[in-house]
């Protein structure tokens, strides 16, 4: 019969105690910070005191890089690829986070984001907290997931790309050369006064049906539920459903601007008698002339065929395990206004 005695007897040591074994320590992970020190509304001083006071040791091994050019954040995070770096986290504004993110889809290094904009748009939809310590204690919980995100003409966004008011009031304020919500508020009640709806051809080509035509104040393709700072263009809209959610704005006149504006902000757009909704996995447009399109806020100029498609699961991203994806109501003030405004 088996004596376990003698067997333990095997690894006693001198002292009679039982030998014990150290378990073996899990590697720790490798992080790079990208800090945009121009980029966003909020100050990136003292970052490094924070990521040492916050960031776990224990997890991770970190390094911070300053981007000291344009384009240089993308060549930071094009290496961190190529190095095999865990977590590559966008310290910035939506430029910056978008500039990082369209060097890591397709990889398996995942985007982290410290939001420092007004907009915040993707870090909104993931439910980042929009502190640089909160922000950085869903990092230590080291959850990651993939996340769809989208093309247009073969250039990747991750929230939302379009054609029409939205891509025309991105083009003037990049070229205005201002900065703000005072600014982009005035611009587009300036705007919006005179800007005339556009001709439409729109054919969704994974049903190949037939193509519809539209006179349209914008149309958008949101892969997830905001351009920003709370104002909703497609409540509801999931980066993990393999789907973008198509939004079409027809013709109003007098008070169905604000109105669709309030709609953004109580995510009840979808309700809009000028609005029509549905989803796609690829979608072509043709409209009448060249004209500006934008994905994630960023202007260009593109030909008259555009072509938008979403990735599914291109993305691998840090998450916070307790909302994946924005599920919250509008906020108690934007009802209250709404409410007494009827």
């Not at 205005?176 to 919006?192: H, I, N, P």
């Not at 994974?206 to 905001?226: P, R, V």
């Not at 789907?243 to 504006?261: A, S, T, Y």
């Amino acid at each position: 019969m088996f004596d376990f005695r003698i067997f333990l007897s095997l690894f006693e040591g001198i002292s009679g105690k039982i030998c014990t074994f150290a378990p073996m320590q899990e590697e720790k992970k490798r992080i790079v910070f990208i800090v945009n020190p121009i980029s966003g509304t909020s100050s990136k001083k003292g970052f490094e005191k924070i990521v040492e006071k916050n960031l776990d040791g224990n997890l991770f091994d970190w390094q911070i890089i300053r981007t000291e050019y344009a384009g240089h954040a993308a060549e930071i995070a094009n290496k961190c690829v190529k190095d095999s770096v865990n977590i590559c986290v966008a310290v910035g504004g939506d430029g910056t986070v978008n500039e990082v993110a369209r060097s890591l889809v397709g990889s398996q290094t995942a985007l982290g984001i410290v939001p420092c904009g007004s907009g915040n748009g993707l870090a909104r939809h993931l439910c980042l907290p929009m502190s640089m310590k909160g922000a950085l204690s869903i990092i230590n919980k080291g959850m990651t997931g993939f996340f769809d995100y989208g093309t247009i003409n073969g250039h990747p966004f991750f929230c939302t790309c379009g054609m029409g008011f939205d891509a025309y009031i991105s083009l003037k304020f990049a070229q205005s050369g201002k900065r703000g919500m005072t600014t982009y508020a005035k611009m587009v009640l300036k705007e919006g006064m005179k800007y005339q709806p556009t001709s439409y051809d729109l054919r969704v080509e994974d049903e190949q049906g037939n193509t519809q035509h539209y006179e349209a104040y914008l149309i958008a393709c949101a892969n997830a539920a905001q351009y920003g700072n709370n104002t909703y263009i497609a409540p509801g809209a999931s980066m993990q459903d393999g789907l973008l959610d198509v939004i079409i704005i027809e013709p109003f006149k007098g008070m169905g601007g604000p109105k669709l504006l309030m709609d953004m902000m109580l995510k009840t757009l979808k309700d809009n008698k000028h609005v029509k909704n549905f989803h796609a996995r690829k979608i072509h447009i043709t409209r009448s002339e060249d004209g500006a399109v934008h994905f994630d806020g960023d202007p260009t100029i593109m030909g008259k065929d555009i072509d938008i498609a979403v990735i599914p699961g291109g993305l691998k991203a840090v998450l916070n395990p307790d909302a994946i994806e924005d599920k919250s109501e509008p906020s108690r003030l934007v009802k209250v206004f709404h409410h007494t405004h009827k």
